[in-house]
């Protein structure tokens, strides 16, 4: 098997069973591997605290499931593999990110569902984590890139190529992240979501077929009401983005990190803003 990092856990959860990673078999009739045809959610375990969030992350998939008619998996096997996954890597301690996938199992090649229904295939996988902070204090460039995706990316499908090639554009022009627009509007990151500041008020994309719900953006609007800070749901125009004084990128790995230039061209005052400052400083709220 490919030499990995030592970042990677050496024991895999799959089909109920820990196991080292090297016994770890995916048929090639897997219809994950053939058709993308699978979903996914990543978690954060937070030394001292655990797993962050499961239950959120946990019904997200279960959406994601019902909407690819993927039926018969129990997530609530999950609640107790996952952080029996930690222990067993000896990461109990340390941050880490967890992966979890589900696809619709092992058939013979073809497009429509397999009748009768085949055991999905499930599979957790646990790696150590730094999180970003020298990016999360600086600020990140970010390159706009045209969405070509399809039309349900609300759906957190395996099917994730688009955004490979635009994460990949944007590393290549020496920014962070990619932000993907249609239609002249903002959409979100290719792993992350995204929110502005205007005026000391967040501004918001709202959820739709377009945009995936992100847990940590729903996290960070709840500290925002909290905080007292203004939300507005609402578009962001392209043509918004010299008027805005901050934007920031959201996600499980990103966690809150201000932009400061998107395609070269300085976002407010070219730092992090204060908006950004204070949600960070509070992240992550656990209790």
């Known amino acids: 098997m ?32 053939l058709f993308a045809d699978g979903v996914y959610e990543g978690l954060r375990w937070y030394s001292g605290h655990g797993v962050f969030r499961l239950g959120q992350h946990l019904a997200r ?18 609640e107790s593999a996952v952080p029996e996954l930690v222990r067993r890597n000896d990461l109990a301690e340390r941050d ?7 696809t619709r199992g092992v058939a013979p090649r073809t ?36 969405d070509l995706r399809w039309g349900r990316c609300d759906i957190k499908s395996v099917a994730l ?16 992240e990619a932000i993907f627009v249609r ?10 979501a995204v929110l502005a500041v205007r005026e000391g008020v967040l501004i918001a994309p709202p959820n739709g077929p377009q945009i ?9 609007l709840e500290m925002a009401t909290q905080m007292g800070i203004g939300i507005e749901l609402r578009s962001i125009e392209r043509s918004e ?20 230039r998107v395609d070269g061209r300085r976002v407010g005052a070219g730092v992090v803003g204060p908006v950004t400052r204070r949600l960070q400083a509070a992240w992550p709220p656990i209790g």
């Open 161 to 176: 190529l688009a955004n490979v090639l635009a994460k990949e554009d944007a590393v290549r022009a020496g920014a962070f």
């Open 183 to 192: 239609d002249d509007l903002i959409i979100e990151g290719s792993h992350t």
């Open 61 to 78: 998939l279960q959406v994601s499931l019902d909407t690819l008619r993927i039926e018969g998996v129990d997530l609530a096997q999950f």
């Open 2 to 33: 490919t030499d990995f990092t030592e970042a990677e856990g050496r024991i895999a959860w799959f089909h109920g069973e820990f196991l080292p990673l090297e016994q770890v078999s995916i048929s090639p009739f897997d219809r994950g591997f």
């Open 241 to 260: 983005l010299g008027q805005v004084d901050e934007l920031m990128l959201l996600g499980t790995s990103t966690e809150v990190m201000g932009v400061v």
């Open 96 to 102: 880490a990110t967890i992966y979890l996938q589900v």
């Open 111 to 146: 497009h429509r569902f397999p009748d009768p229904a085949v055991t999905p295939t499930c599979m957790a996988l646990v790696r150590s984590f730094d999180p970003p902070r020298s990016e999360q204090e600086t600020g990140v460039d970010v390159a706009l890139v045209e």
């Open 212 to 220: 995936l719900p992100s847990v940590t953006r729903e996290v960070v």
